[in-house]
């Protein structure tokens, strides 16, 4: 029997961390793991915490710091941080010009568009199930300017995997990184 693993994706800011202006990726994926071990590892409150990697979109970097035992879901070498939301756009039948857009200038009326449409399409056909997904990513979208990024008040350690908008403040496009976490849950 296998232990009970979630997998999470925290979408954070480096100008919620007080790091110098010429950091590098060593430097901004010490100060991801310090935050994040002081945010979850309460073993009163939390299960085991396991960091699996940072991806950095102003640095152009990414981090795997994952083991053998740990599968990464999002953040993996070479993966970009724009290549990682382009993907989650895909799964979600965004078109890449959207996306992209969206992403470089954090405006989403292009998107909302497009998944109304589609919201519309999958009611007309009676298809709900269709139609409440794709509405629940809308909020996050709104919030975060991210395709495929939930709000932080649906953070749940259990739940699904899923990438959460976990940043003091929406600080625009330039500066977002992906921390990607796994809680271990024991058997």
């Known amino acids: 029997m296998g232990n009970d693993r979630r997998y999470k994706?925290?979408?954070l800011d480096?100008?919620?961390?007080?790091?110098?202006?010429d950091c590098d990726m060593e430097v901004l994926t010490e100060a991801v793991e310090d935050y994040l071990v002081a945010e979850f590892s309460d073993e009163f409150d939390h299960p085991y915490l396991?960091?699996?990697?940072?991806?950095s979109e102003g640095l152009g970097e990414t981090t795997a710091c994952?083991?053998?035992?740990v599968r990464a879901v999002w953040v993996k070498p070479d993966m970009q941080f724009r290549d990682i939301f382009l993907g989650m756009a895909t799964g979600l039948g965004i078109p890449e010009p959207l996306a992209t857009t969206t992403l470089k200038t954090g405006r989403t009326d292009g998107i909302e568009t497009h998944l109304e449409?589609?919201?519309r399409a999958?009611?007309?056909?009676?298809?709900?199930?269709?139609?409440?997904?794709?509405?629940?990513?809308?909020?996050g979208l709104r919030s975060s300017g991210v395709p495929g990024v939930?709000?932080?008040g649906g953070f749940d350690t259990r739940g699904d995997d899923e990438i959460v908008d976990f940043r003091v403040n929406n600080y625009g496009?330039?500066?977002?990184?992906?921390?990607?976490?796994?809680?271990?849950?024991g058997q």
């Open 150 to 152: 939930i709000e932080a």
């Open 66 to 69: 994952s083991s053998d035992r």
């Open 14 to 21: 480096e100008a919620d961390f007080a790091l110098p202006r």
């Open 173 to 185: 496009p330039g500066q977002r990184l992906l921390a990607e976490i796994a809680f271990d849950w």
């Open 117 to 119: 449409n589609r919201i």
């Open 122 to 139: 999958h009611v007309d056909d009676r298809d709900y199930d269709g139609a409440q997904k794709l509405m629940a990513h809308l909020p």
């Open 50 to 55: 396991e960091i699996i990697g940072v991806v």
């Open 9 to 11: 994706g925290l979408l």
